[in-house]
């Protein structure tokens, strides 16, 4: 699998729809929009290896005669670090629906949700596995900017659902993992570079 836009937008159009069944509360509307990200992330993965890994002399140097490019997937599952999200967009929500004075005004709670989504990328991104192959780095959120998607005013829920999946999917699939990579012995020769896809 690989990440899908339609599947945020789907999952986005069910929460923001009026007429069916909307979010009871602000806390409410977070953990579904969390739970739809995290639906969304149980298909992330990075891109394969470009070379197989290199038995170190004395006893090489040879390559890994088992190597097969496949996609690799996170070892740690994307639900681990669920609470990053959610409590981000609780605390941007709840400072948002402030009164006209201050933050809510200002809508300066979209400030700790993009703390807070660029935190669960760290947290959760370290490690990718497949093929016998572990890589293990780090991986640079991309750019949000939450404040620019939900500040943007429409009656469309569809529309609503479909600038936020874009605007999420962008921000995931420009994340970048870079990382070194081994299987037992056999080291590869260069640093890992992938997007999540």
Not at 133 to 138: D, E, K, L, Q, S
Not at 157 to 162: F, T
Request: proline fraction near 9%.
């Amino acid at each position: 699998m690989a990440l899908k836009k339609s599947k945020l937008e789907s999952g986005f159009i069910k929460i923001f729809n009026p007429d069916d069944n909307p979010p009871s509360s602000l806390d409410d509307c977070a953990e579904r929009i969390t739970d739809v990200i995290i639906d969304y992330l149980n298909d992330v993965k990075i891109n394969q290896l470009s070379a197989p890994g290199i038995f170190p002399p004395p006893a090489g140097p040879g390559p890994d005669p088992s190597f097969t490019p496949i996609k690799l997937s996170p070892t740690t599952p994307p639900k681990s670090n669920k609470s990053f999200i959610e409590s981000g967009l609780k605390s941007a929500m709840k400072t948002n629906a402030g009164g006209a004075d201050g933050a809510g005004a200002n809508k300066t709670g979209w400030v700790v949700a993009d703390t807070a989504f660029r935190g669960y990328i760290a947290a959760s991104f370290l490690a990718f596995a497949g093929g016998g192959y572990t890589a293990t780095g780090a991986t640079t959120p991309g750019t949000i900017n939450l404040k620019q998607v939900f500040s943007s005013e429409s009656d469309d829920s569809n529309d609503i659902a479909s600038k936020l999946a874009n605007h999420l999917h962008t921000f995931f699939t420009t994340s970048v993992f870079t990382g070194a990579y081994l299987k037992a012995s056999f080291i590869g020769p260069g640093p890992h570079i992938s997007p999540l896809v």
